[in-house]
């Protein structure tokens, strides 16, 4: 399951204001609004977009990589 908070801490660590993002991530600014508030669920182009515009992992952005980085 998509994120939306680890979105919103990439995109923060990374400098970038939510119109910022938008512009580097090819998607709209109400694209990246409604994800970093949970009421839109990403595809897979769209995390596609957010991971080569913030340099993070993929998986990052979902509910399982902080235990799978536990489990190791």
């Given at each position: 399951?998509f994120?939306?908070?680890?979105l ?65």
């Open positions: 399951m994120n939306s908070k680890r919103s801490l990439a995109r923060k660590r990374r400098g970038l204001t939510g119109k910022g993002l938008a512009e580097k991530a090819k998607l709209s600014p109400v694209t990246v609004s409604r994800l970093e508030n949970g009421t839109q669920d990403p595809d897979d182009d769209t995390v596609a977009c957010l991971v080569n515009a913030l340099d993070y992992p993929k998986d990052f952005f979902f509910d399982d990589f902080l235990r799978s980085r536990l489990s190791k």
